[in-house]
């Protein structure tokens, strides 16, 4: 079914979809700066247990 619009609603409908993509860059580019993040907490996470058991004293059974 094709639908014929007015000039001016053809013209904010192409506003419209302009204003949509960056909207889906800035989703993508924000679950990407998410995953990073993610990375990085279990990164640290993994450093600070190995740091710490480094340096916990070193128990020896009699």
Do not use: C, G, W
């Not at 993994?46 to 059974?61: G, I, M, V």
């Amino acid at each position: 079914m094709v639908q014929t619009y007015s000039k001016s609603r053809q013209q904010a409908e192409i506003a419209f979809q302009r204003t949509q993509v960056p909207a889906e860059a800035n989703a993508e580019a924000a679950h990407r700066i998410d995953d990073e993040a993610d990375r990085l907490r279990a990164k640290t996470a993994r450093l600070r247990e190995a740091r710490l058991n480094r340096d916990a004293p070193q128990t020896q059974a009699p």
